[in-house]
């Protein structure tokens, strides 16, 4: 089965990178905002319709940045295989949501329930942004990409 992901990596005025910091079943990962592709969407609907879903931002999909070009098993099922479509996007409006300057800072009763989800967004500075900040083996290649070539 394929599981098909669209993420965005965005770029504040202020050239940070939006990550998100995400405890999943009882594990801590740092990504970048987007998820999975609906049936009858296309890809830069699917990142957009994620954007104003997790953060409640309208965000412009910009330039493809990496489709992953690789066997990539999934981390939560190993039935499926997951192919993964960056793209750069750009923030429309001003941001509405509360950024974390600490990785995973959340309330106890978000993690209280181990097989749950819960999400907070973290700025990087530029500078210090690096693929060893992002959890997934995809993202990392694509922090790597990002960082060479911008």
């Known amino acids: 089965m394929f599981n098909l992901r669209v993420y965005g990596i965005l770029l504040t005025e202020n050239k940070q990178v939006v990550v998100s910091d995400e405890f999943i079943r009882g594990g801590y990962y740092t990504k970048f905002p987007g998820g999975g592709l609906e049936f009858g969407e296309g890809t830069r609907d699917c990142l957009k319709r994620e954007f104003k879903e997790e953060m409640n931002l309208e965000v412009e999909v910009g330039d ?3 489709t992953t070009d690789y066997f990539q098993m999934s981390a939560f099922n190993p039935s499926h295989q997951i192919i993964s479509i960056y793209y750069f ?62």
């Not at 009763?109 to 181990?114: E, G, L």
């Not at 700025?123 to 942004?129: G, N, P």
């Not at 995809?138 to 060479?148: L, M, S």
């Open 64 to 66: 493809h940045i990496y």
């Open 89 to 150: 996007a750009k923030a429309l409006e001003s941001f509405r949501v509360d950024f974390k300057s600490t990785p995973f800072d959340f309330q106890p009763h978000q993690i209280a329930d181990p097989k749950g989800e819960a999400e907070v967004f973290r700025l990087i500075e530029w500078d210090d942004f690096n693929e060893e900040l992002v959890t997934l083996p995809i993202d990392k290649i694509v922090a790597r990409i990002v960082k060479e070539r911008y």
